[in-house]
């Protein structure tokens, strides 16, 4: 028995379905950060390598609208009294008031010329540098105007000197003029003291000196009775002559005028009045007094008045 050849049935074979994978696509109006969200890796940014640059026109406009510059009379506009001393607080006080107004380069410079006087302006006006819009220049031209307005002045001992011979011919009343005249010492002792240009005695000697006569007589006074055991050859320490000076001289004005009158009221309590002078009243008994002159008469042992020898009165 012979078997067909195509007794099996054969399975041809199926054709395979190939699909196509689509690409996304980005629609332009969806925004990129939902898109990157749709992704189907994580999406890292890239650092940027460059900062961006802060935009400051915005900035100082929205200042300018919410601070104004102190207008000229006013209590908080920034003074200068033409002295060098008064330059550095001018500019400070000034800068603090342009940095609030957003003020720079020109305007910043017309801005301070403003609260100059009359006469400084027409100076600071004219300098080259308001033409050049630079602030940091125009300030720096001006201090050289003005020297030793920075920086540690330079003091020599003739400063010195001429400051206690000043504050010697004046009238010291109040403890406010010792005190005044310590600051006045201080502020030329102490750089010449870093320097090693003068020593600790010669200042004590020097401080002492510029006190006036009469208060110097109640300060020595004073010094002798807290420190009885100091050596008169010895000059004070200038600290404790400024104190002992406070401690004598009065605070107020008022205050020296009851010192003064205050002594004279009890002299006149201390002046006796002559006997002669004096009115007993009426039904007074008046004490009389006997003065008894010896002379060259010999010695008694008994009383003067009633001659008894149990006491003796001479």
Not at 198 to 203: L, Q, R, T
Request: charged content about 20%.
């Amino acid at each position: 028995m012979s078997t067909p050849a195509n007794a099996h049935p054969t399975c041809e074979a199926l054709p395979i379905k190939q699909e196509e994978f689509e690409t996304l696509r980005a629609p332009s109006l969806i925004p990129s950060s939902i898109i990157v969200g749709n992704l189907p890796h994580k999406y890292e940014p890239q650092p940027s390598s460059t900062l961006t640059p802060v935009a400051t026109t915005y900035q100082q406009l929205i200042m300018a609208t919410l601070y104004k510059m102190p207008i000229r009379g006013t209590n908080k506009v920034p003074k200068f009294n033409r002295t060098t001393e008064n330059l550095v607080d001018f500019i400070d006080i000034y800068e603090g008031h342009a940095n609030e107004a957003g003020l720079c380069g020109l305007d910043c410079i017309k801005g301070i010329i403003r609260y100059l006087p009359p006469s400084e302006q027409e100076l600071w006006g004219g300098l080259p540098e308001v033409t050049l819009s630079n602030y940091e220049a125009f300030i720096k031209e001006v201090k050289v105007m003005y020297p030793g307005c920075e920086g540690p002045k330079y003091y020599m001992l003739n400063d010195f000197q001429a400051v206690m011979c000043n504050h010697a011919s004046k009238l010291m009343p109040l403890a406010k003029e010792l005190s005044d005249y310590l600051c006045m010492f201080r502020r030329i002792m102490q750089p010449l003291k870093n320097e090693d240009r003068i020593g600790k005695s010669e200042c004590d000697c020097i401080f002492f000196q510029g006190i006036p006569g009469d208060v110097q007589m109640q300060i020595r006074t004073c010094l002798l009775i807290k420190f009885p055991d100091h050596h008169p050859r010895e000059p004070h320490l200038y600290m404790n002559v400024f104190e002992a000076g406070q401690f004598l001289l009065p605070a107020t004005a008022a205050s020296a005028a009851t010192q003064v009158s205050a002594p004279a009221t009890d002299l006149m309590s201390l002046v006796v009045t002559p006997p002669s002078a004096q009115q007993p009243a009426q039904g007074s008994v008046m004490k009389c007094e006997y003065q008894y002159k010896r002379g060259n008469a010999p010695l008694q042992d008994d009383c003067v008045f009633c001659s008894s020898l149990k006491h003796f009165l001479g």
